[in-house]
């Protein structure tokens, strides 16, 4: 059956095409059988590229942050990036976001609208006139027949 | 507005004169200061609304939270790139850089663009430095024809764009931004004048993308390489979004009629592409047609031409842009450990990956719009607006949040719950730099949360 995958053609994953590879062990006996496992993960090119296969960074570094192999570069690259990160853009960064003024006065209008309430319902007046001009100053011209 | 153009273009030099041992935290550590100093843009206290200001270059409320977005996510891309183009060539990872650092200037010209023939040229340049990330850095064969779909689509799309705006032109005199909401609406008889709205919105409909013609989405985002996808599904599609935005200001009373079947499209967009995502086997697909979906509400959103549909559709923009970038981070963060993005090839991950599962279910639950993030925030304005305008509206979009939330939850369950495959034996842990990434596109989602004022632009 995993052979009528072929179908596929190249859409098929790289693991399913190397089916016959998949299941014979490629390694040497004296291998240990966890490596042999591994190596079925990767594409067949890996082990050729100058064995820059799956390398484990942490046998050499184990404290590797999976920035470099280069121990130093990569604690340095932690540090620069959490630093910068979050220390800065997300932490004075936000701060700064969050003291910005008020855009287009809109929390100034919700605090006034708050405070015209209270102070209306406490005299017991409508919230708000339905009319906006005073309908007493309104003068319309007479009623002209065209 | 220079502070952050000039240090984005000398990332450039940055990148080649660096040693190859210290180019990654050098470029990624420039990028994090660009995108601090991006921050001051969100002061916009102008009466005008424009700030920043020369003769080419502004930035208003509805460009500053985009903008901020572009910035912030270059040094995710840094990130994101570090581990699979580390057995490259030195050449071709400062190749890489450059052509990421050279699509951020031409993404923040876009934006802050304010001339519209300035924002299509730049709308246009975008295209290359993506075409070559996607064809040159892509891992299977399928990515040519990625490329060709990606190129041509927008291409086809935008081409009658540019004549509409030279007539645009020669009928006001004018493209600025600044003035084009002052000019005279355009006299032309009916079927030109529909032809021309046509012209005008197909470039962006197509960048968005509009259900219908959004095949090259699927494509592109699947077949780039993770800073390819994270760029093109955080920035790019917003472009399409951002430009319509721009546009529409000339362009009614045309939009009345002519926004009608647009808008049902979109809608329909959002429950086809939702109930594609339920039959995906392939988990960068999966988050493409999420992607698709989620624009569809978008582009119904700005279609609607209210103060809310426009300002959901600007929140939801970010938003997903944050969620879609951490989506795409997670699956290479799978790709990168099993060589396969097939779902049911790396799943139950839970058991192998179990602080990676935690990002997994908050990105999740950002995707299905779960209160009270951005997310929810922007979709429930446009589905509010979409009612106001049409209360059938509420079974396409209802239905469509439905599926959503299925896909979503189908996503996570497929690739962190279940029983992990037994060729699974050998999965390198989390490192650090992955939780960062996660961290960085996440956190900010939350923080927008208590501040949801800098991302209503100038509408309400």
Same mark, same amino acid.
């Given at each position: 059956m995993l052979s009528r995958l072929t179908r596929l053609g190249p859409t098929l994953p790289r693991i399913l095409a190397n089916s016959g590879l998949?299941?014979?062990?490629?390694?040497?006996?004296?291998?240990?059988?966890g490596s042999a496992t591994l190596s079925?993960?990767?594409?067949?090119h890996a082990k050729d590229?100058?064995?820059?296969?799956?390398?484990?960074?942490y046998l050499k570094?184990?404290?590797?942050?999976?920035?470099?192999?280069d121990p130093e570069v990569d604690q340095w690259n932690m540090r620069l990036a959490f630093f910068f990160? !979050?220390?800065?853009?997300?932490v004075v960064g936000g701060t700064f976001v969050n003291y910005l003024p008020d855009h287009g006065m809109r929390e100034w209008a919700r605090r006034e609208a708050e405070r015209l309430i209270k102070l209306r319902e406490a005299k017991g007046?409508?919230? !708000?006139?339905?009319?906006?001009?005073?309908?007493?100053?309104i003068v319309l011209p007479a009623a002209v027949e065209e | 507005m220079l502070k952050i153009l000039i240090p984005t273009l000398f990332l450039i030099p940055t990148t080649w004169l660096t040693p190859q041992k210290w180019l990654w935290p050098t470029v990624m550590t420039q990028s994090m200061m660009i995108a601090l100093i991006s921050l001051?843009?969100? @002061? @916009?206290?102008?009466e005008s609304g424009w $700030?920043?200001? @020369?003769s080419l270059i502004a930035t208003d409320p509805l460009s500053t939270p985009l903008l901020v977005l572009s910035c912030w996510l270059l040094p995710l891309l840094v990130l994101a790139s570090q581990n699979h183009l580390s057995s490259e060539p030195s050449s071709r990872q400062k190749t890489f850089l450059s052509l990421l650092s050279l699509l951020q200037v031409f993404i923040i010209m876009a934006f802050s663009a304010t001339e519209m023939i300035m924002f299509y040229v730049m709308f246009e340049a975008t295209l290359i430095p993506t075409l070559l990330v996607i064809t040159r850095w892509?891992?299977?064969?399928e990515r040519l024809n990625a490329g060709i779909y990606f190129l041509f689509y927008t291409l086809v799309g935008s081409l009658p764009l540019l004549v509409a705006l030279l007539m645009l032109q020669n009928c006001t005199g004018t493209l600025s931004l600044l003035v084009l909401h002052y000019s005279q609406p355009v006299t032309m008889a009916p079927m030109s004048s529909k032809i021309w709205w046509v012209a005008c919105m197909g470039a962006f409909l197509v960048k968005m993308p509009l259900y219908g013609a959004h095949l090259w989405l699927p494509k592109a985002h699947v077949e780039a390489p993770v800073a390819g996808s994270m760029v093109l599904a955080a920035v790019l599609l917003k472009l399409g979004g951002y430009g319509m935005m721009r546009l529409m200001v000339v362009l009614?009373?045309?939009?009345?009629?002519?926004a009608y079947p647009f808008i049902i499209m979109a809608l329909w967009g959002v429950v086809m592409t939702g109930s594609t995502c339920l039959r995906q086997t392939d988990l960068k697909s999966l988050i493409a047609y999420s992607s698709v979906g989620h624009m569809g509400l978008v582009v119904a959103g700005i279609l609607i031409q209210t103060p809310w549909g426009l300002t959901g559709a600007l929140i939801l923009m970010i938003a997903h842009g944050l969620t879609s970038s951490a989506l795409f981070c997670l699956a290479n963060t799978n790709y990168e450990r099993t060589? $396969?993005?097939?779902m049911l090839l790396a799943r139950g991950l839970q058991t192998a990956l179990p602080l990676m599962t935690a990002w997994w279910f908050i990105a999740s639950l950002a995707n299905l719009a779960l209160p009270p993030l951005p997310n929810l925030m922007g979709e429930l304005m446009i589905i509010s607006s979409l009612f106001n305008w049409s209360p059938w509206t509420l079974l396409l979009t209802g239905v469509g949040t439905l599926i959503t939330a299925s896909y979503s939850l189908y996503m996570f369950l497929m690739t962190q719950r279940g029983p992990l495959p037994?060729? *699974? *034996?050998a999965l390198p842990p989390s490192f650090t730099r992955e939780h960062l990434l996660m961290a960085l596109h996440l956190l900010p989602l939350m923080l927008i949360i208590l501040k949801p004022a800098i991302l209503w632009g100038c509408f309400p």
């Open positions: 998949r299941f014979v062990s490629q390694s040497p006996p004296s291998a240990s059988a079925e993960l990767q594409p067949p590229s100058d064995g820059h296969g799956e390398v484990n960074h570094n184990p404290d590797y942050h999976g920035f470099s192999a990160g !979050i220390s800065m853009t997300l007046l409508t919230l !708000i006139e339905e009319d906006y001009y005073d309908p007493s100053k | 001051t843009w969100l @002061n @916009n206290s102008s $700030t920043t200001m @020369n892509g891992n299977q064969a009614a009373p045309t939009s009345k009629e002519m060589h $396969t993005r097939t037994k060729h *699974m *034996m």
